[in-house]
């Protein structure tokens, strides 16, 4: 049984910072590259943040690029997302992923997904 369970969320003002977590049960962790992506009221599930099996890569949308650092720790069975210098605009649900393939920014390429934990920036 496959499990992704995020938590971390919550309230911030815009400015603030909060960090993620992604718990990972019933699968080999350090096979699947992760994923983080989010959605908010009205749009499209958009992509956040990747990165690879060993963490060795990462990447990131340009909307949270040089705010938001991805991170893993195999030891740990987690995936973290620091999001630092928050903005309204970051409100969303946010989910993590996994997926058996190499790191990709597709969402219907990923293979197990996370209940999603809620964000909300206040300005």
């Known amino acids: 049984q496959v499990q992704l369970v995020e938590s971390g969320g919550g309230l911030v003002q815009a400015g603030g910072s909060l960090r993620l977590s992604c718990a990972a049960s019933g699968l080999t962790f350090s096979s699947y590259a992760m994923g983080w992506f989010r959605q908010a009221p009205g749009k499209e599930r958009e992509f956040v943040a990747s990165i690879t099996w060993n963490g060795g890569s990462t990447y990131y949308a340009g909307s949270v690029k040089g705010r938001f650092t991805i991170s893993r720790d195999n030891a740990k069975n987690t995936m973290y997302l620091q999001m630092n210098s928050l903005k309204p605009e970051d409100t969303a649900v946010y989910y993590c992923?996994?997926?058996?393939?190499?790191?990709?920014?597709?969402?219907?390429?990923?293979?197990?997904w996370g209940q999603g934990t809620q964000v909300t920036v206040s300005s």
């Open positions: 992923a996994a997926v058996r393939r190499p790191r990709t920014t597709i969402a219907r390429e990923y293979d197990y």
